[in-house]
């Protein structure tokens, strides 16, 4: 975390004197000096936090280096705040000015002061560097591999008894089938999924198997780990070649080059069928570095790699198959939990009294088979004695850190956090500020990810678009579970696994990055910098003030909040989703440095003329409240890049919401900087619509209300929108000529002409919805047209008789939506040409429609025959039922 703090400091430092200089005075020397001072302590840092998990005094030096930085990122942000230039002209102007110079005065000799005292803790800090003998971050360290060298935890996978291991029958046969059967040239199978799932305790019972030892000529085994030598690597290859086929290894192995391994390697392996297996590798360079070494003979060889990065198979060039190893099912983890925490007892059954218990901290495990075997092992001593359980239970995250019984559980899940590179460690920690089994929304990740400034600018990408490269990385690490995708194929909702959140809570803590109100004692002392509320926290006690707090997330819909939050003069990042107020707390308009304030599903009504004096904002999300309208002083955020308040009410249809909005002010054309804005409704307001056009930034509009007349402002607007990806609207057809559209709704549009001509030839739409949206009797698609359409929602075309679809379109769609369209006869003509569609869901569709695609009777049964899943929705009796006809 230190190496991240210091960058942001060190970007802080040269935005200062890059936009500043005229401000700064008499500090710009110190300023330089304290630059050169950082820049020389983060070239060891990365060394130093690689070593710190091992060695305490490392620790508290890297520790130190990290609050120093903080501390200096709050004296820096709250100069730039104070020196920032002020706008305007005239008399008035000149003597606020005037006021402000003295001010400033006064200010910068107390930052002068406040810089020299940092100065000389950063000089101390790097002083006691010294004596840890550290590497520069362009220097070799070899610190992480002797560590893991000597303190392996993968090894206990190799050794498993039979008894120990459950569920692993079926892929072990797959696996088997897969190495011995198949084409004769040489091909690689992956074992992939997260630290603790078995990889490799499954691939050394298929590599240890009779049909395995029978069918290759030479075995071999390597664990790799991140810090891989090539010589090491080709060196234990040859040598287990070697051994396992009882063959002498030459007195000069440890001398040999990498060309001489190789060349043994391929003359050693040149006719036979051999096998080797690479465990635990982190990059594909483990294997590009040592390819050479293994010839293709057509003989049927086979390379297994198991690995936690998902799309590791992708960059190898032979692969065959690639097993994704899956948590265990309820049943085989009860048995494995038995197995293990009842070993003592007769057929390994759980006292009745301990089952409820037992559940509780299995569920935990969620499948996971290491975890459920080292908590099984530690309860097992613990003598069926319900507290001793209870504690277990309650106090998890207690227990990894400090009792050795599990030391290794948590060494296998912290491995993965551990080979994290330096910027993404503390994204991933950050994680914690989300409550227990919370679905974390891709979005709002993403975008506290941006706010917390954990994301670097990489040329040519927006911040949002690398902070998603962030959780695809996370993901791809098998760090985070995907719980749903959307239809463009991104991350829609995640999580993490449960034990791996408990880790991140203990780093979490470790590294002062957050403080969940949950009880925990905080000291007085203690600088805590991101506080998170959740459901169960405590109320924040009215004697901890949090003077350095920069983040405050609420989670709950019943903390009061009482003590206001006059005391968190620092504070970047406020989350008050569905908390209880009536009224916009009028100190919030006080918090200058505020970049990020969520009001989610609060009861709010309006917002102050006052929230003017948050400049800094850059993302104002008011989805789910019931303010109507925005003041004028909403157009001086010129910062602001996200803007959203919409909510949903089902007044003129049962099958889809209307979308209410917010009115915005004149002058909205000055917020130049954003990217979304959402939920604005335009009614008879032109100029507001023409000035859409000044927000070349944006990538996402949701319009509301937009008159018949507004369309060639509208046409105007658009033209200037280039970067737009996505419209929530309302409207004519000649939206067709936006060539970057992905997502669109169209909403009371009440359109006489076709709407799939008009919109077919978009190269780019993914999703299409028409609600209520066309008064015609007939769509027709034409050969060729939506070619990425994944999903097609019909609803309420009360006049629609006929779908037809050409052959050659919509090649991929996944889903299609028929809701109330009450005179429609049949299914579309040609939906059985539709090779990729999954789902077809009707929605209170007449009997008459029905029958007409039900199983073997239906007269258009054959169309639809193809599709994975056929749902019926209908009420009956006041509720909704789901029926399946396929």
């Not at 049909?211 to 071999?220: L, V």
């Not at 392996?269 to 990059?283: A, E, N, P, T």
């Not at 037992?358 to 935990?364: G, N, P, T, V, Y």
């Not at 039900?854 to 639809?864: A, L, Q, T, Y």
């Amino acid at each position: 975390m230190a190496m991240i703090a210091v960058q942001v400091v060190l970007e802080q430092l040269a935005s200062l004197v890059a936009e500043e200089t005229r401000f700064l005075g008499g500090v710009r020397g110190g300023i330089d000096e304290l630059r050169d001072d950082l820049c020389s302590m983060k070239s060891f840092l990365q060394d130093a936090e690689e070593r710190s998990e091992s060695d305490p005094g490392l620790r508290a030096w890297v520790k130190q280096v990290r609050d120093v930085a903080y501390d200096a990122e709050d004296i820096l942000e709250e100069f730039m705040l104070r020196f920032s230039p002020s706008h305007g002209s005239g008399f008035v102007h000149f003597l606020r000015d005037s006021y402000r110079s003295t001010l400033k005065l006064s200010a910068r000799h107390r930052l002068a002061a406040h810089l020299e005292s940092i100065k000389a803790r950063v000089r101390a800090i790097s002083e006691r560097r010294n004596a840890f003998s550290l590497n520069r971050i362009d220097m070799p360290s070899t610190s992480s591999a002797t560590v893991e060298k000597w303190h392996d935890p993968r090894i206990a996978s190799l050794y498993l008894d039979e008894a120990d291991v459950v569920g692993i029958e079926n892929p072990k046969h797959l696996l088997v089938s897969w190495l011995v059967e198949g084409e004769e040239k040489l091909s690689s199978i992956s074992v992939v999924g997260m630290g603790g799932l078995g990889k490799t305790t499954l691939v050394k019972k298929v590599y240890d198997s009779h049909p395995i030892r029978r069918s290759f000529d030479a075995h071999s085994w390597v664990t790799v780990s991140k810090s891989f030598a090539m010589a090491e690597l080709l060196r234990v290859a040859l040598q287990g070649f070697l051994v396992t086929a009882n063959e002498p290894v030459p007195d000069n192995l440890q001398s040999m080059t990498d060309f001489h391994l190789i060349d043994a390697l391929r003359n050693y392996l040149g006719k036979r069928r051999y096998v080797i297996v690479l465990d635990d590798v982190w990059h594909v360079n483990a294997w590009e570095t040592i390819k050479y070494a293994f010839p293709d003979c057509n003989c049927g060889s086979r390379i297994i790699f198991t690995t936690r990065i998902g799309n590791l198979a992708e960059s190898i060039e032979n692969t065959s198959h690639v097993y994704d190893l899956q948590p265990l099912p309820e049943n085989e983890a009860w048995t494995l939990f038995c197995m293990k925490a009842f070993r003592g007892e007769q057929k390994a059954v759980c006292p009745p009294e301990l089952e409820e218990m037992s559940r509780d901290i299995l569920r935990k495990c969620e499948g996971l088979p290491l975890a459920i075997v080292a908590i099984g092992g530690l309860l097992s001593k613990k003598k069926n004695q319900g507290l001793e359980w209870k504690k277990v239970r309650d106090c998890l995250a207690t227990e990894l850190k400090s009792n050795n019984e599990i030391g290794s559980l948590r060494r296998i899940l912290q491995l993965s956090y551990d080979n994290l590179p330096y910027y993404l460690k503390q994204c991933y920690l950050y994680l914690s500020v989300f409550p227990e089994d919370h679905l974390i929304k891709r979005m709002k990740l993403i975008r506290l990810w941006i706010v917390e400034r954990f994301v670097e600018e990489k040329q040519g990408f927006t911040m949002e678009e690398v902070a998603e490269d962030y959780l695809n990385e996370l993901v791809n690490r098998s760090l985070i579970q995907v719980v749903e995708m959307n239809h463009l194929n991104r991350v829609k909702k995640c999580r993490v696994h449960d034990l791996m959140r408990e880790i991140i809570l203990l780093k979490s803590r470790e590294e002062s990055l957050v403080m969940i109100a949950n009880g925990t004692r905080i000291s007085k002392n203690e600088k805590v910098r991101r506080l998170s509320i959740h459901e169960n926290s405590e109320e924040v006690q009215s004697d901890m003030r949090f003077p350095y707090l920069w983040s405050f997330l609420s989670f709950s819909s019943h903390h009061s909040f009482e003590h206001g939050f006059r005391n968190y003069k620092l504070l970047r990042v406020l989350n008050l989703d569905r908390a209880p107020f009536s009224c916009f707390p009028p100190e919030l308009v006080e918090l200058i440095h505020l970049r990020y304030l969520s009001l989610r599903r609060n009861m709010i009504r309006e917002l102050p003329e006052s929230i003017r004096k948050l400049k800094y904002l850059e993302i104002l999300d008011l989805k789910g409240s019931t303010v109507s309208s925005l003041p004028s002083g909403i157009t001086q955020l010129t910062c602001l890049c996200h803007l959203r308040n919409y909510r949903y009410s089902f007044q003129s249809s049962l099958f889809f919401p209307d979308t209410l909005g917010m009115r915005v002010p004149s002058g909205i054309g000055r917020l130049t900087s954003l990217q979304k804005l959402i939920g604005v409704e335009v009614n008879e307001d032109y100029e507001s619509v023409r000035e859409f056009g000044k927000l070349t930034q944006l990538r996402r509009l949701g319009i509301l209300k937009l008159r018949e007349g507004q369309g060639m402002d509208l046409c105007y607007t658009l033209e200037r929108l280039v970067h737009l990806t996505a419209i929530l609207s309302a409207l004519p057809g000649w939206i067709a000529s936006l060539q970057y559209i992905s997502k669109l709704v169209l909403q009371y549009s009440n359109l006489k002409s076709d709407p799939l001509k008009a919109l077919q030839k978009l190269p780019t739409l993914v999703v299409l919805e028409l609600r209520q949206a066309y008064a015609g009797e007939e769509l027709w698609c034409d050969p060729g047209g939506f070619s990425k359409l994944k999903k097609l929602g019909l609803h309420e075309l009360e006049r629609l008789q006929r779908i037809r679809i050409a052959k050659g379109s919509m090649p991929w769609l996944e889903r299609l939506d028929i809701t109330a369209c009450s005179v429609l006869e049949t299914v579309p003509d040609g939906i059985e040409n539709l090779k990729n569609i999954e789902d077809l869901v009707l929605w209170e569709m007449p009997s008459t429609f029905i029958k007409t695609v039900e199983r073997r009777r239906g007269e258009d049964f054959w169309r639809v025959q193809h599709i994975t899943t056929i749902t019926r929705m209908y009420k009956d009796g006041g509720k909704w039922v789901s029926e399946t006809l396929l």
